[in-house]
């Protein structure tokens, strides 16, 4: 009797100091506090690429090391939090965080892998991501539009073929230089798509083809026009149907909530229960 009351109070410490991780991981003044501390790791970052004092580089190292210790003590916190352990490295930002913990954690600044250590806590800005939910649906959009894009950007590779090759066969005389073959053609047709200084390269041609602006102006058409509309639509239906489902997904977890509250409530309720008998059962024995 004693040993099944134990492990149920156990259980009830265990339950309620998970309980206690879980509400300071979704504290919003938590995840705030943690944005702000990546903000300063950036800072720090780019300190280092100044010219400064020996005595502020050893504030900044000390800086940096108590920076790595918070974002360990951060990370413990978000796993001891999570109700279902294996469930933490089922997300791949999850993964990505602790690996840049950890790997931060090796003491490489006088080593030869000085320059992966300094890259590595570079890359601690993109926890920024994981942290807050908004930046994590545009990325998880922008990685489930990537099929849809794909084909786009085959179209558009298409194009740039087509006309590059039209270009390198009529323009390679007038200049060798952006038209001297293919790939040079289609480098010279992104810098027109991109509109950097594209009259320059068009009133060129209609010194010698005086109709070359239709070869332009089409050109434009259906690239800045007409392709990259289509992949900011794409983008942004994705990013719609992203939000819906946060938003569902949402909705679908108030119940359970609502329930996980009810059980610890009945767990309590238990553990009183439990603690009563043996309260009866030790003054029945005396």
């Known amino acids: 009797m004693s040993f099944d009351l134990e492990k149920t109070m156990q259980a009830a410490r265990d339950n309620t100091l998970q309980n206690k991780f879980n509400r300071?991981?979704?504290?919003?003044?938590?995840?705030l506090f943690v944005v702000g501390i990546i903000v300063f790791s950036a800072l720090?970052?780019?300190?280092?690429?100044?010219?400064?004092?020996?005595?502020?580089?050893?504030?900044?190292v000390?800086?940096?090391?108590?920076?790595t210790l918070f974002f360990l003590v951060e990370i413990t916190i978000r796993f001891l939090g999570e109700p279902h352990k294996r469930n933490f490295f089922k997300s791949a930002w999850n993964i990505f965080d602790t690996l840049i913990v950890i790997?931060?954690?090796v003491p490489i600044e006088d080593s030869d892998m000085a320059l992966i250590g300094r890259l590595i806590r570079v890359f601690r800005v993109l926890r920024m991501v994981s942290i807050i939910p908004e930046l994590r649906i545009l990325i998880s959009s922008l990685l489930k539009a990537m099929p849809q894009l794909g084909?786009?950007?085959?179209?558009?590779?298409?194009?740039?073929?087509?006309?590059?090759?039209?270009?390198?066969?009529?323009f390679a005389s007038i200049n060798d230089v952006l038209w001297g073959d293919i790939?040079?053609?289609?480098?010279?047709?992104?810098?027109?798509?991109?509109?950097?200084?594209?009259?320059?390269?068009?009133?060129?041609t209609m010194e010698q083809?005086?109709?070359?602006?239709?070869?332009?102006?089409?050109?434009?058409?259906?690239?800045?026009?007409?392709?990259?509309?289509?992949?900011?639509g794409i983008v942004v239906n994705v990013i719609e149907s992203e939000n819906r489902a946060r938003q569902l997904e949402e909705e679908g977890e108030q119940p359970n909530r609502a329930d996980l509250e009810s059980q610890i409530?009945?767990?309590?309720?238990?553990?009183?229960e439990l603690l009563r008998r043996d309260q009866e059962s030790s003054k029945r024995e005396q």
């Open 24 to 31: 300071l991981r979704s504290n919003k003044a938590f995840e």
């Open 44 to 60: 720090v970052i780019g300190a280092k690429t100044y010219d400064i004092p020996p005595l502020v580089s050893q504030v900044i």
């Open 62 to 67: 000390i800086t940096d090391w108590f920076i």
């Open 103 to 105: 790997v931060s954690l």
């Open 151 to 170: 084909y786009v950007a085959l179209l558009m590779f298409i194009i740039f073929y087509i006309y590059g090759a039209v270009g390198s066969f009529f």
């Open 183 to 204: 790939a040079i053609s289609m480098l010279t047709l992104f810098r027109v798509m991109t509109f950097e200084d594209w009259t320059d390269v068009m009133y060129e």
């Open 209 to 232: 083809y005086p109709f070359s602006w239709l070869f332009y102006v089409s050109f434009i058409f259906l690239t800045a026009f007409a392709f990259l509309n289509m992949i900011i």
């Open 265 to 272: 409530q009945q767990l309590q309720a238990s553990v009183n």
